[in-house]
């Protein structure tokens, strides 16, 4: 129960989470997506000229191990956890991409063993990036790869980074685990309509 709690404050420190979720739902089975290629992991194109693109995140990335989500995140579909307050703070990001003026600061969960697609939801690409390691690496799409914790006891594993946006928004992600697609929406710099 002491080794829990210390758990969760010091994930909580250490990715400083002023979180937000305003809904998910399950939308059906669907083939899950091939790993993303090793070559994704350059940069995106951040000048505005082009889309960002996919990029992977390595388990070396982790950098805290848990026996559950901490206190302020729900579980979304059964492999990631979100935060479920109604509203991340935004901050000015100074990136030059323009989809990326906007960035919100919060700890990606996920279950250990579990490969995970999160995309920005259809038509946001031009709007919206997601990244989460050390750098995060801006892009439109990420694969969190199947990870084993040095921690016997634990079964989540928390990333650091976040989303960015063009402007205060209520961004759809898709979540994409086990052959499950979910969805999830975040007030990012503004609450969701419910």
Do not use: H, N
């Not at 992991?41 to 070396?60: M, R, Y």
């Not at 950098?63 to 059964?78: F, M, S, T, W």
């Not at 031009?126 to 921690?151: E, K």
């Amino acid at each position: 129960m002491r080794t829990s709690r210390i758990l969760s404050w010091s994930l909580a420190g250490c990715l400083l989470v002023t979180s937000a979720a305003c809904s998910a739902e399950e939308t059906g089975q669907e083939e899950p997506r091939p790993p993303v290629p090793a070559t994704s992991l350059a940069d995106p194109d951040t000048t505005g000229s082009g889309q960002a693109g996919d990029a992977v995140v390595s388990c070396s990335a982790a950098v805290e191990a848990l026996r559950e989500p901490p206190d302020g995140y729900r579980i979304v579909g059964a492999d990631v956890a979100v935060p479920d307050r109604e509203v991340i703070e935004a901050q000015e990001s100074e990136k030059p991409d323009p989809a990326a003026r906007l960035f919100a600061k919060w700890g990606l969960v996920v279950r250990v063993g579990a490969v995970v697609d999160l995309r920005v939801g259809p038509g946001w690409e031009d709007r919206a990036r997601v990244g989460w390691g050390r750098p995060a690496v801006l892009a439109v799409s990420v694969q969190v790869q199947a990870c084993a914790p040095d921690d016997d006891q634990a079964r989540w594993l928390a990333f650091v980074g976040g989303t960015w946006v063009a402007q205060p928004t209520c961004l759809p992600l898709t979540i994409r685990s086990q052959g499950r697609t979910s969805q999830v929406r975040l007030g990012i710099g503004v609450a969701c309509d419910t």
